[in-house]
């Protein structure tokens, strides 16, 4: 979503991973907590104490957002909704859904089994609280512990604020959606009021900030940010999902693509292809019948003075999954297959023809007009 993810380790299938800007807020967590919370809750502990109950803290959190993560992802899968992994950004994670749930109450099922989860992890670790202070465990020990009690309970409320696309936000979209069968309508409403929440955390963050709660200030201020930011994407997700269900790439792509025959040199191919059209990748077809492809990195491995004397056919690699797609595909798939690989162009392939190729440019030309006309 943001950018490069680290994978972590896989639990039931799903990977679990956290985006880079996780690690920036696993120092401002461990740093809040070390320096801001534990010495304001368990007073005159040494500063190497605060600090490893701060790294414990942050690690407690992580934890406890993969398992709270986790469980919507059980239900998700369980309603045969594919799911990709789990990856940590910001306050919280992101099960990441291939695809939209199917109805209303799929959808409410999924969000409240997050905050469920969480509820129960919080009473449990306020349990284990509660025996280790009865067993005289060490106070520091115990101070997670406590901490991650209360953690989870808030984490519970947090998500359960009616700001799309947080859980809270699901939930209510779900009853919306259920009550006037319409997605569009029902995603518009819960994304406005969670763009509203995001602005009013973001005006208390800076309230805040300039009062003197530095920390608290920062806090809300980035949970605006996050939520606001999320918020709107998740409309124009919707919007994207509306105007190209039902629609087939046959629809956009152009039928004369620019082929390169066999036989040509890595010479001409430079110059009177790559050079000349700009792209990465060519198909490589005679008569019709795509052959294989060409790019940019093949030609880049051989030597200047090969150009001449080798032949595209002697260099081609045969076209994969991640470049072809069939003309009957669902414009969506197009645009996740594009999305997943980081390329702009596809060849349309039927049989061993190639019928036509699909950029990312004609299909946003096509997003952006249907839109314009159709959704505002
Ligand atoms: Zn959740």
Redesign the pocket.
């Given at each position: 979503m943001f950018g490069r993810k680290i994978h972590l380790f896989t639990i039931f299938g799903f990977d679990v991973g956290i985006d880079f800007t996780w690690i920036l807020l696993a120092v401002l967590i461990t740093w809040s907590l070390a320096k801001g919370l534990f010495p304001v809750w368990f007073a005159n502990y040494s500063t190497a104490t605060y600090w490893w109950m701060g790294v414990a803290g942050a690690i407690g959190l992580f934890l406890s957002i993969v398992f709270?993560?986790f469980w919507?992802s059980i239900v998700a899968r369980h309603y045969g909704l594919p799911m990709k992994g789990i990856t940590l950004f910001v306050f919280?994670?992101v099960?990441e859904m291939e695809e939209e749930p199917q109805n209303a109450k799929t959808e409410l099922l999924m969000?409240i089994a997050?905050?469920l989860s969480?509820i129960v992890l919080g009473i449990i670790f306020l349990a284990v609280y509660a025996l280790g202070a009865t067993a005289r465990w060490p106070e520091p020990v115990g101070g997670v512990v406590f901490y991650l009690g209360w953690l989870n309970l808030v984490l519970a409320v947090f998500?359960l604020l009616p700001a799309f696309p947080?859980?809270g936000g699901r939930v209510l979209r779900s009853i919306l959606w259920f009550a006037k069968g319409d997605l569009r309508w029902a995603t518009r409403i819960a994304s406005a009021i969670g763009s509203g929440v995001g602005i009013f955390l973001i005006v208390l963050g800076l309230l805040s900030f300039i009062g003197g709660s530095f920390i608290t200030g920062i806090w809300y201020f980035l949970i605006g940010m996050f939520i606001r930011g999320a918020a709107l994407m998740s409309y124009r997700q919707v919007l994207i999902r509306n105007a190209l269900s039902g629609e087939t790439i046959a629809h956009f792509m152009q039928t004369n693509p620019v082929t390169v025959p066999p036989s040509a040199s890595i010479r001409e191919l430079v110059d009177d292809y790559i050079y000349k059209y700009h792209y990465k990748m060519f198909p490589v077809a005679a008569d019709g019948v795509l052959e294989g492809c060409i790019t940019s990195t093949e030609v880049k491995n051989i030597p200047r003075e090969q150009w001449g004397s080798l032949r595209v056919q002697d260099v081609l690699v045969p076209c994969s999954v991640n470049t072809t797609i069939s003309p009957d595909t669902d414009a969506m798939k197009a645009l996740a297959l594009m999305n997943k690989t980081g390329r702009s162009r596809l060849m349309v392939v039927e049989g061993d023809q190639l019928v036509g190729v699909i950029t990312l440019k004609d299909m946003l030309k096509f997003l952006n007009l249907k839109i314009d006309l159709e959704e505002t």
């Open positions: 709270h993560e919507h919280g994670g099960a969000a997050g905050p969480s998500n947080l859980d």
